[in-house]
């Protein structure tokens, strides 16, 4: 059973910081690439960052390059979303996918809120 679990989610003040993890059972985590979305309250899903496999290639949006960034450790089958300099307009909730040969597959979601 595929599964993938985000966690790390919460509350953080403008500036601060926030590490998320998706920990991926049930399939070879270190043969798919990885990525992370997030939708805000009211808006669409944004694609913000992925990586591949042996994790020599990354990418990020605009609106987080120099912000944040996404890891991954094979062994634990662990991907990683470190988020520093967090803005109100990061308050959304984060999604991971595990994307191969026409499979994907998506974690559950968690809140991410960013206020004062």
């Known amino acids: 059973q595929v599964q993938l679990v985000e966690s790390g989610g919460g509350l953080a003040q403008p500036g601060g910081s926030l590490r998320l993890s998706c920990a991926a059972s049930?399939?070879?985590?270190?043969?798919?690439?990885m990525s992370w979305a997030r939708q805000a309250p009211g808006k669409g899903l944004e694609w913000i960052s992925e990586?591949?496999?042996?994790?020599?290639?990354?990418y990020y949006a605009d609106s987080v390059k120099g912000r944040f960034t996404i890891s991954r450790d094979n062994a634990r089958n662990t991907l990683y979303l470190q988020m520093n300099s967090l803005e109100p307009d990061d308050t959304a909730v984060y999604y991971c996918?595990?994307?191969?040969?026409?499979?994907?597959?998506w974690g559950q979601g968690t809140q991410v809120s960013v206020s004062s």
């Open positions: 990586i591949y496999t042996s994790d020599t290639g990354t």
């Open positions: 049930g399939f070879s985590f270190s043969k798919y690439a």
């Open positions: 996918k595990a994307f191969a040969w026409g499979r994907e597959y």
